[in-house]
């Protein structure tokens, strides 16, 4: 299989999708799909875009090292023929769903990925808002295992560039629900607006790049209610479109947690490790105490009609 | 070939980025229109708030005394960002420009907040709850976590 051509093609592919962006911001302009686009906030997708593509430039041969290593010390072969490229397309989306996850779920890497989700709107220019130190958050070594078993960097990069390319479309608010079998196998716009929003019952959730089935089995997922329209961004409002504030600013917050004094060792790395919005007190706002939060509210709620209504 | 393709596209996008650009932000005036308008705006974000707003003079500003703290609204782009101030968030509180109450917060990702103020004794009146915020506060650490 001529695997540098279809590299090549994939790349055009990406770039060619990026027209997509005005196409949407001009329709929406018009009103004619729903989708909702803020000046300050795209020229700040652009801005934080620029940064993630020249650290991506510069240090890229992070990430190609430690592939390359691992693929030295190989245990097989595999060839580049279809059906290993089928085997590695979804076993990179493995890799991408637990990558994904862990992204969330624990600060420091959270410190990386909360660029991606600091958008308070949700369109096809929020694929330009990527973080500017995956290289260095230590979670590329999660490419170690296929390269060890012996998936050439050309395939797995291949299948993780066709992962990226599919993921382009569902950052969109255009699409509604798509046919059952789909949204059950697939990951969908519907989704992906879940997994960007900040509303407490949709936190955490939908992790997939393509396929559902993840969510699904590893209970994360969460389906997109009518009656609760996602609310994009952060649970905690971000007020700058700054890029470097945007790109940086959970890793100030890390930094001034780290200076209290008298903090013990197991307070740090909790700070540090722990799931964003941890504290020693237990009072953190985290996932689990919002959710928690929420959902007394709602039967605080259900309880004060049911009374009113009798 | 690729290159020349990634240049044109590149060329395209940000010609189209710059005049979508020029479009959209004209069209940006929402203000708030009253206390009770911040109030609501406020909820969305946090529902069960209960208190008393004073909206900024430019209505893209308010400060909330709420029951159990200190609020604030402020426009960001086309969204509303709310804010309840949590014990050390608030580093300082100054006037600056005689009219305009500027918060200090320790917040990299919302550093500053800027509340034009006509009338003085509204002004007045927040900038000693305010103050007395800070003072209370003390050396106390805050929460600053984001996450989605």
């Known amino acids: ?62 990430l190609l090292g430690v592939v390359a290593l691992a693929y030295q010390h190989r245990r097989w072969d595999v060839p580049f023929v279809w059906w290993t490229f089928l085997i590695a397309f979804v076993a990179e989306d493995l890799r991408y769903y637990w990558w994904h996850r862990i992204s969330h779920r624990s600060r420091w890497f959270w410190a990386s990925h909360v660029v991606h989700h600091s958008s308070q709107h949700f369109n096809l220019s929020t694929n330009l808002r990527q973080s500017w130190t995956s290289q260095f958050s230590g979670l590329i070594l999660m490419n170690v295992p296929l390269a060890y078993l ?51 019952r949709y936190l955490d959730a939908n992790y997939a790049g393509v396929f559902m089935i993840w969510d699904r089995a590893f209970g994360s997922f969460v389906p997109e209610q009518d009656e609760e329209p996602a609310r994009y961004g952060l649970v905690r409002d971000l007020d700058t479109f ?14 001034r947690d780290q200076l209290q004094p008298r903090l013990s060792w197991a307070e740090r790395l909790g700070y540090l490790f722990g799931p964003p919005g941890w504290r020693p007190d237990g009072l953190g706002h985290t996932t689990a105490a919002l959710r928690a939060a929420d959902s007394a509210r709602r039967e605080r709620q259900t309880v004060e009609r049911a009374a009113s209504a009798a | ?133 800070a003072a209370a506060s003390g050396q106390a650490h805050p929460a600053v976590t984001r996450h989605a």
Request: net charge positive; glycine share 8%.
């Open chain 2, 1 to 133: 070939m690729e290159l020349a393709i990634a240049i044109a596209v590149n060329v395209v996008l940000g010609i189209v980025l710059l005049g979508m650009f020029v479009l959209l932000r004209s069209r940006d005036t929402a203000r708030l229109a009253s206390s009770d308008d911040a109030l609501r705006l406020f909820r969305q974000r946090f529902p069960d708030a209960v208190g008393v707003a004073t909206v900024a003079t430019d209505g893209q500003c308010a400060l909330l005394a709420l029951k159990d703290g200190i609020g604030l609204l402020h426009r960001h782009g086309r969204r509303w960002n709310s804010r309840k101030l949590v014990p050390g968030e608030l580093s300082g509180v100054a006037v600056t420009g005689g009219d305009t109450i500027t918060l200090a917060l320790a917040d990299f990702g919302w550093p500053r907040a800027h509340i034009r103020m006509d009338d003085p004794d509204a002004r007045s009146a927040w900038l000693a709850r305010l103050g007395a915020f």
């Open chain 1, 1 to 62: 299989m001529p695997d540098a051509a279809l590299l090549r093609a994939v790349t055009v592919a990406q770039l060619l999708l990026l027209l997509l962006i005005p196409i949407e911001m001009l329709l929406a302009s018009r009103s004619r799909i729903r989708a909702e686009y803020d000046a300050r906030d795209t020229l700040a997708n652009v801005g934080v875009s620029v940064g993630s593509i020249f650290f991506w430039g510069t240090l890229s041969w992070i």
């Open chain 1, 242 to 255: 700054n890029p470097l504030r945007i790109a940086l600013h959970e890793y100030v917050g890390i930094a």
């Open chain 1, 150 to 200: 012996g998936f050439s960097p050309a395939l797995t990069g291949l299948a993780f560039s066709l992962n990226l390319l599919y993921q382009f479309w569902i950052h969109t608010e255009a699409v509604g629900r798509l046919p059952r079998w789909f949204e059950w196998l697939l990951n969908t716009p519907s989704h992906h607006r879940v997994h960007h929003a900040s509303n407490a």
